[in-house]
């Protein structure tokens, strides 16, 4: 290599030596601490700005309140609330040891620290700039800045301003006067903000009156109001909830607030049920509370609710709300005694009432009253739906193309054996129903099976079906996922279920298998905001045809089975009755091509807790089964409801099956099986009648009719209900043949 090249090489060699240099010189560990020292103190100067520039605001938590006004669909006042549930109340008349239960809760450096905490406020920052809500730690003083002198945004402006507030506000008041603040503002639930209106709502004491244990749990709900509501609460919700309170009273100890030793003695104290606030009685409150439900449900924060300011528009038809009540007042209340008779006393009436085409809860009654009853009777889920569930069964069935243990095809003219006690085959879970006075019926066709509610079909369809297969049907036409074990016993309708859930299901049939989620708000306004809701129409999820033939065959039901009180000229109705174990619920659901409503009758003990109890002995009618009172307010109010009927037909998208006639021996029935002992109640959950439990009186007769055209080997037969329990003929008119029923 000459001079030259060696001259060129060393040249290139500097050239990159010193691009490499410059690098590193410029990325030196001396300027890297002093962008971030710089960087630090523009971030504290900008602090300071804003310490100096924004002051703290007048309080504006009173003055942000607003009411609300809640109207029915065509714009009438329902109902307007315009005061807050609040009584400010000094920190002198709360024990001591209930304010520790809120700093153990929520903060417990409070005493000490300067009313904010950086490291919390940043993950805050970074969860709201992230998308990612409500999440980050505040102080005591922080949250009582948010309530009181700011508002709930979750915005990078309104967090600092909250930072910079809560410095002011740490060196402007005593932490007394601070917590005494906080406990004052914060939201509770139940539409309680402040401890004194929290103390009333949840225990029915004064706020000077609560016990550690009580504030506890007080606490505990600021975390997550809604969900942590005992009477609300889902499982989960309860468990998180208990925790908490655990929680709080540990940190207790921990800080040397509370004694170990009386810290173990200490018990969940459950609270007490909720009540209607006053200007909610009769079915106001029920409508209200449902309207608040389901806007919680689309997203909207029962707090943001409480805070006023909203137009909320209802579903509800103000004539069919009234002629709703009315039924109920005419088949139910003037006919019981509920002083003198203790049976009446404990008769809970709910029912939801359902546009089919929009989804549209069109009319509801929740009870006697909201101030009287808190709970609703149409939204409660505590009791098992009955036999209302084997529809269901057929639906999964048809759908399914299922078959019998012996290869035959299910549809409404498959022969079954009806015998009582009759073992299922092919399930691996023993279940021998009891047919409603041990009736036994031999071969039968599943349309007479459902005419009749007859246990033992349905016990055997539900496992030729699949129990998995029926659960994944229901939950898909909108059945809720409360005790519902994938066991025979799902036939006769035990696991949980609402009057709202079922008039979903049942509109979903209506609808041609076109998924309805029944929804009582029509709109909601606010200053700020317009919630945007779900449309209650949804897919298709089960095929129309199979839906068609389902009410094909529940309008047998009305005609010729349980459900004859329903059954009159003045409209084309379907229907199935319910009667669960022992009599503690009895339901009618039914439906018109206009109109799906479900109503139940619940026995509930008038004593504190409730408690669910026999409905049996009625109006001294013996069962108050689904065929008597539910069917005949179904009937009454369906007539007012279409302006005294309708001449509207189902428009059923069915195959007729080939019918079995009563001289040619159906071919390979299921077989019965070699009898094996009936399973015990802690192998099922399947009830077996008592055999005293007959429906008796003028209420319910239960007279004997001929189905002309049935191919079962007797005609003559008493129409029963499931879930072990008898819907009888409330009503001893002719039998009503307006149209041919398959398999009959």
């Known amino acids: 290599m000459g001079r030259a090249d060696e001259r060129r090489a060393r040249q290139q060699d500097a050239r990159r030596t010193g691009r490499k240099g410059g690098i590193r010189r410029f990325f030196t560990l001396r300027k890297l601490l002093g962008t971030f020292f710089v960087l630090c103190l523009l971030g504290m100067g900008g602090l300071f700005v804003l310490y100096l520039v924004v002051p703290v605001p007048s309080a504006n938590a009173q003055a942000e309140m607003q009411s609300n006004v809640y109207k029915y669909s065509d714009g009438t006042i329902l109902a307007r609330t315009g005061q807050v549930n609040r009584e400010i109340v000094g920190l002198e008349k709360i024990p001591k040891q209930v304010q520790h239960t809120f700093v153990a809760a929520e903060n417990k450096s409070f005493y000490k620290d300067n009313g904010i905490d950086l490291k919390g406020t940043a993950r805050g920052v970074i969860n709201t700039l992230s998308g990612k809500g409500r999440q980050g730690g505040s102080t005591i003083t922080q949250q009582y800045v948010k309530n009181y002198y700011l508002n709930q945004d979750q915005t990078v402006t309104r967090k600092l301003k909250e930072l910079v507030i809560s410095l002011k506000v740490d060196r402007q008041k005593k932490k007394d006067e601070i917590l005494a603040g906080y406990i004052n503002t914060s939201y509770y639930g139940r539409g309680a903000y402040g401890i004194q209106a929290a103390a009333q709502a949840y225990y029915g004491v004064d706020a000077s009156k609560l016990g550690v244990a009580q504030g506890a749990y007080l606490a505990s709900l600021l975390q997550a109001p ?232 349905f016990a055997q369809m539900v496992v030729d079906v699949d129990p998995a297969a029926v659960k994944k049907t229901a939950l898909a036409m909108g059945m809720r996922d409360k005790g519902f074990p994938e066991r025979p016993a799902i036939t006769l309708g035990t696991m949980n279920a609402s009057t709202w859930d079922m008039a979903g299901v049942y509109a979903t049939l209506d609808n041609h298998g076109k998924k309805i989620t029944p929804s009582i708000v029509k709109s909601a306004e606010h200053k700020d905001r317009t919630v945007e809701l779900a449309d209650p129409v949804g897919t298709q999820v089960v095929e129309r045809e199979t839906a068609d033939t389902v009410t094909h065959v529940l309008q047998g039901v009305v005609d010729n089975g349980s459900g004859r009180a329903a059954d009159t000229t003045d409209y084309d109705a379907a229907g199935k009755t319910g009667t669960s174990e022992n009599n503690k619920s009895a339901w009618f659901a039914g439906y018109t091509p206009q109109l799906t409503t479900v109503v139940a009758l619940f026995g509930e003990s008038p004593k504190e807790g409730g408690g669910q109890v026999t409905l049996t002995g009625t109006a001294n009618s013996g069962r108050a089964n689904g065929g008597g009172f539910p069917a005949r307010i179904w009937a009454d109010y369906t007539r007012g409801a279409l302006g005294g009927g309708s001449d509207a037909q189902f428009d059923l998208d069915v195959t007729q099956p080939v019918k079995p006639t009563p001289t040619v021996e159906p071919s390979t029935p299921t077989p019965t099986p070699t009898p094996t002992p009936t399973p015990s109640e802690s192998e099922t959950t399947s009830p077996e009648p008592e055999p005293s439990d007959t429906t008796t009186g003028p209420e319910s007769p239960e007279p004997s009719i001929t189905l002309p055209t049935a191919p079962e080997p007797s005609d003559d037969v008493t129409p029963t209900d499931g879930g072990g329990e008898s819907d009888g003929f409330p009503g001893d008119g002719p039998t009503n043949s307006r149209r041919p029923l398959f398999g009959q």
């Open 226 to 457: 809604n969900q942590y509501n005992w009477s609300e609460a889902t499982a989960n919700g309860k468990k998180l909830v208990t925790e908490r309170w655990n929680y709080v009273l540990d940190n207790m100890v921990g800080q040397h607030w509370l004694d170990a030793s009386e810290r173990s003695g200490l018990t969940f104290p459950v609270p007490r049920e909720p009540k209607a606030a006053p200007g909610m009685e009769g079915q106001t409150g029920y409508l209200v509370e449902a309207a608040q439900d389901e806007l919680a449900r689309q997203g909207v924060d029962k707090a943001d609710i409480a805070r006023g300011g909203w137009t909320i528009t209802l579903n509800i038809d103000r004539k069919r709300q009234q002629s709703l009540v009315k039924a109920v007042d005419r088949e139910l209340e003037s006919k019981i005694d509920r002083k003198k008779n203790t049976t009446d006393a404990t008769v809970q009436a709910g029912a939801t009432s359902v546009d089919p085409k929009t989804g549209r809860v069109v009319a509801l009654y929740g009870g006697t009253g909201a101030t009287e009853h808190w709970i609703s009777n149409a939204t409660r889920s505590d009791y098992q739906p009955a036999s209302t569930f084997k529809p269901l069964v057929l639906t999964s069935a048809l759908e399914n193309g299922a078959e019998t243990q012996d290869g035959r095809r299910i549809d409404t003219g498959t022969i079954y054996d009806g015998t009582s006690k009759r073992p299922v085959v092919g399930s691996d879970t023993p279940f021998a129903p009891e047919n409603e006075d041990d009736e036994d019926y031999g071969d039968v066709t599943v349309q007479t099976a459902m005419n009749q509610s007859i246990n033992s079909v």
